[in-house]
């Protein structure tokens, strides 16, 4: 269980450096770019940690990057006015339903 705790710091680590890759405006505003550094280092420690109790390699990573795919592109909404259509929306959902697969799979 501790692994998958892990994991979700992973996920939460890199969603902020990704967002604050935004944010930055191409490094010109330092803050942000501390943010990116801490929250990329951090996501691959602490991803590091997960696979260390436990978790499959490709069970983490598939979960890492597809939750992290999802939440920047939902996040990016509200905090940067992006939009997505429905197609896109279409994709984040047969995203999760991926992960939950990958998930699945693993228990067998």
Sequence with gaps: MHGYLFLIGAILSEVCGTLALRASEGFSRP????????????????????LQRGIPLGVAYGVWAAAGVALVAVLS????????????????ALVMVGVFAIEIGAAD
């Excluded at 803050?31 to 997960?50: I, K, P, Q, T």
């Design 31 to 50: 803050l942000y770019a501390v943010v990116v550094v801490v929250g990329y280092c951090g996501a691959f420690a602490l991803l590091s940690f997960a």
């Design 77 to 92: 909404v509200p905090l940067f006015g992006d939009g997505l259509t429905g197609l896109q929306y279409c994709g984040l």
